[in-house]
């Protein structure tokens, strides 16, 4: 069909009663719909989680806390430990060096390994196993060394 035939098609099924209208013809096919206000979409992402504020005083202990974060360089999922049976990478308390795997984030099925970017210790991991994160997100308070 060319582009006016298509048309003189359109203006007939406007004018008539039929609601849908399917038409295939070898390698062409055409579907018209009426009473539709708009096209059928996909339903939208759920927004994100809110960040949840800090009441007042564990707002004032996390000023005082002093330390670096270790943020996440992606979006994605943030795993502990290499396979749900393995011990998590690090612990609060431990010591870790410079290029230590401290954790991994999954995004699109690939795994990326969250490596130390200086000698420190963890003071507080601050996401749970498996817990969704976004790009900058902190994941762990340390103190450098």
Known sequence: ?????IKELIKIFDKSGLKKFKLKKEDFEISLSKGEEHSPQLPPAPPPPPAI??????????????????TSPMVGTFYQAP?????????V??????G????????????NEIEAEFDC????????DGQPVEY??????????
């Open 1 to 5: 069909m060319n582009f006016k035939e």
């Open 53 to 70: 504020p800090l009441p007042k005083e564990e707002k004032e202990e996390s000023n005082k806390k002093k330390g670096e974060y270790i």
């Open 83 to 91: 396979s749900p049976d393995s011990p998590p990478f690090v612990k």
């Open 93 to 98: 308390g431990d010591t870790v060096s410079k």
């Open 100 to 111: 230590q795997t401290i954790g991994i984030i999954e995004a699109m099925k690939i795994f």
């Open 121 to 128: 210790k963890i003071l507080e991991i601050l996401v749970e």
């Open 136 to 145: 900058d997100m902190p994941l762990f308070l340390v103190e450098r060394l």
